[in-house]
């Protein structure tokens, strides 16, 4: 007799390793973030160089996210993760070194440096961790497979920010050790997960590379949930402005500035594991529009705020309607994406809604540079809820999406 199908991801194995994967990679992350956002504004005092350690960790997943997709398509996607996770763990080693007096300089050129080498790892290990996932679940249970990977996600971002806060107020290179033993214990977990042969061809030319942009550009419901977070994240976006905003605005410092970060991660972690529970059956379409209509709003809000309590109440709601939007976006596109061309597509959707939270960055810090910070923020929030209205118009197909099927 055969045993029964699995009627959660978490009885299906080996994705509770999976899950940890995620936990390690998302919150090695959050703390080299609180980490080189702190230490840089101390070393420079600049909003300008925070919003430009974004636009450093933007570029090279520009430059690389065709051949990212490619390699994830053709290389065992276990194997592509591990090696972008080590890659990250010597990074921290090295910044853990210069924090800590052992023959370099914690200097901003460092630090700018260290961004590149990140931003080179993210266009590898995002799109390879949403391709794996497909890999281990049944279709049936992909939505809500998807949810409780986010709630991975959510909880590193919750835990790891106020952790790597509390660690950077004893010295840097806490933070940073911290950071190169999750991403190491991250890799034993994952090398314990099944090599899972490569899907496509091993050949690679600039054709086969455009396939996924081509598969995104046939199907309105994908470019329009893509290219609604796209924007909504760019405009939206005051990561980079935390450390002003915790050191400046609210006063709270270090471990206040771990709490910012962490506080969207808060609400995120509640809505992903409502949704692990309860899946969205109807109205995926207009779903999505409202949560990025909160999100706009709830950014408007923060911008605004000068009460610590409020201040964090607009980050748990601005994270928890992130966080239905990155579900729905991340049903659509693996059920209407074949196998063969999840890397492709992965790595285009991981660039347009992972990395736009460096160009938020580049650009928060760029308007704050030029208005202020608290006009910034309002402004990211006013040109949010605009990119709604215009969306909606642009995508009626989206709106109409009904079914997570």
Avoid: K
């Avoid at 080189?36 to 160089?49: E, K, L, N, P, T």
């Amino acid at each position: 007799m055969q045993p029964p199908a699995p009627s959660s991801a978490w009885q299906v194995p080996g994705f509770a390793r999976f899950w940890l994967v995620r936990v390690a990679l998302t919150g090695a992350y959050q703390v080299l973030g609180v980490a080189i956002g702190w230490q840089m504004y101390a070393i420079s005092g600049s909003a300008f160089d925070l919003g430009l350690v974004g636009l450093l960790q933007f570029l090279p997943r520009v430059a690389l996210v065709l051949l990212a997709g490619s390699v994830v398509d053709r290389v065992p996607r276990r194997d592509v993760v591990a090696v972008s996770m080590l890659l990250q763990a010597l990074v921290a080693g090295l910044l853990m070194a210069a924090s800590m007096g052992w023959g370099l300089q914690p200097g901003r050129a460092l630090i700018l440096g260290v961004s590149v080498v990140i931003g080179a790892c993210r266009a590898f290990d995002m799109p390879g961790m949403q391709a794996m996932l497909p890999e281990l679940v049944p279709q049936r249970l992909l939505a809500r497979a998807i949810a409780v990977a986010a709630s991975a996600t959510q909880a590193a971002t919750m835990i790891a920010p106020a952790l790597g806060g509390l660690l950077y107020a004893l010295g840097a290179g806490f933070s940073y050790g911290l950071t190169c033993a999750v991403e190491v214990a991250g890799v034993a977990l994952l090398l314990s997960l099944p090599r899972n042969r490569a899907v496509a061809p091993t050949r690679i030319t600039l054709h086969s590379m455009l396939e996924g942009v081509r598969h995104i550009r046939a199907h309105e419901v994908i470019l329009g949930a893509i290219s609604l977070d796209l924007f909504a994240v760019l405009l939206g976006g005051a990561t980079a402005l935390l450390p002003i905003y915790a050191r400046d605005i609210l006063h709270i410092g270090p471990w206040g500035l771990g709490l910012l970060r962490a506080a969207p991660a808060v609400g995120a972690l509640l809505t992903a594991a409502w949704m692990s529970r309860h899946p969205i059956e109807r109205h995926a379409g207009r779903l999505m529009f409202a949560a990025v209509a909160v999100f706009g709003a709830a950014t408007l809000v923060f911008g605004l705020s000068r009460s610590v309590a409020l201040s964090m109440l607009a980050l748990v709601v601005l994270g928890g309607a992130d966080v239905i939007s990155v579900v729905i976006r991340g049903t659509l596109v693996q059920l209407q994406t074949p196998d063969a061309l999840r890397g492709r597509v992965n790595a285009v959707n991981s660039l347009f809604i992972g990395a736009s939270n460096q160009r938020g960055e580049f650009e928060s810090g760029l308007t704050a540079a030029w208005f202020g910070t608290v006009p910034a923020v309002v402004l990211g929030g006013i040109g949010t809820l605009g990119i709604v209205w215009l969306w909606r118009r642009l995508f009626p197909a989206l709106a109409r999406c009904d079914r997570l099927e």
